[in-house]
């Protein structure tokens, strides 16, 4: 027979290690939840950056508002790949306009920038409104798939 106290550690040790596997397993599925999210976090800071980056662009060099709009506006649609055959889509681009506008005042090197509608500012409005009105971010709409191909050697 095997003694008392001796069942008694195995049975405290079978406890220590069950608990080990469980805190292991949390803490997997914390790392995964944590890591998914800075995946996120990089992926809408590059799809932001990249957006702004070429509607600004595209509206550095537009003479007057109307034409920073329409090149604005173009990028907008090509960069979400929209064509804005839709009126949901022009909806969407027209509440996007103060966002191109900013951009437009800000790349001018000699236009005023109204710290009011600065393009963080009209941003993150648009954002917000995007997502209260959609119920999605915004920068999901930029979200493209990566199709894997073979290697082939020749």
């Known amino acids: 027979m095997i003694g008392e106290d001796y069942t008694a550690y195995l049975d405290d040790l079978d ?3 069950r608990g080990a596997s469980a805190a292991e397993e949390q803490f997997r599925r914390e ?3 944590r890591a ?3 995946k996120n976090e ?3 800071a590059y799809r932001r950056l990249n957006l702004l980056r070429a509607i600004g662009r595209a509206v550095a060099t537009a ?3 109307a034409e920073a709009q329409g090149s604005g506006r173009s990028v907008f649609f090509r960069e979400v790949g929209w064509n804005g055959a839709t009126q949901a889509q022009r909806d969407v681009a027209e509440q996007f306009t103060p966002v191109i506008l900013a951009i437009w005042n800000a790349a001018g090197p000699d236009r005023e920038v109204d710290e009011e509608s600065s ?3 009209t941003l993150a409005a648009f954002e917000r409104w995007f997502e209260e009105s ?3 971010a915004f920068l999901n709409l930029m979200e493209r798939e990566v199709v894997e191909l073979p290697l082939v050697e020749v």
Do not use: H, M, N
Request: charged fraction near 50%; proline fraction near 5%.
């Open 15 to 17: 406890r220590i290690a």
């Open 31 to 33: 790392a995964a939840r």
């Open 36 to 38: 998914e999210e800075l």
């Open 42 to 44: 990089r992926a809408f």
């Open 63 to 65: 003479k007057d508002e």
């Open 119 to 121: 393009v963080p500012e």
């Open 134 to 136: 959609r119920s999605t």
